[in-house]
């Protein structure tokens, strides 16, 4: 896996990846950003989330499962000294569908937990307290 981040300008950079798409990075004006895109952490925690629903969707689909919908809410603790990482971080999972086993979608978010989710294991693996919970929503 590749990928790169080029300077633009003050805070900002464009990230692109080894497939060739690109993502602005920014910081907040206070510290030479225009905020026209996500901080750096922000953008590691939406990868956890991303990691961890792609996951969840493979798990429920090969169970044959009849998702419709699946969000994940992330809410993410920081230490106050530098440097500020990851200290805790929660996921909670709004899986919607027709049918949906509570016992199954608890399996999904302990496999990706435990087992697939590369993002979320590193991130445990390096420290950080990693809690998750789920909602399912019938349609």
């Known amino acids: 896996m590749k990928a790169s981040v080029k300077w633009t300008d003050g805070r900002q950079f464009v990230?692109?990846?080894g497939s060739g798409h690109?993502?602005?990075i920014d910081g907040p004006p206070d510290h030479g950003g225009r905020n026209t895109g996500p901080r750096p952490m922000e953008l590691l925690?939406?990868?956890v989330g991303g990691c961890t629903s792609f996951d969840i969707l493979n798990i429920l689909e090969k169970?044959?499962?009849d998702v419709t919908d699946c969000v994940a809410s992330l809410e993410a603790e920081r230490a106050d000294s530098v440097p500020s990482v990851f200290?805790?971080?929660h996921v909670h999972f709004t899986v919607s569908g027709k049918g949906l086993k509570e016992k199954q979608v608890a399996r999904a978010v302990?496999?990706?937990a435990e087992k697939y989710c590369s993002a979320?294991?590193?991130l445990v693996k390096g420290g950080v307290e990693m809690t998750h919970s789920f909602t399912i929503?019938?349609?």
């Open 110 to 112: 302990e496999l990706s």
């Open 45 to 47: 925690l939406m990868g």
């Open 63 to 65: 169970a044959r499962a």
């Open 87 to 89: 200290t805790k971080i």
């Open 15 to 17: 990230a692109e990846s």
């Open 137 to 139: 929503v019938e349609e």
């Open 120 to 122: 979320s294991i590193m």
């Open 22 to 24: 690109s993502v602005v």
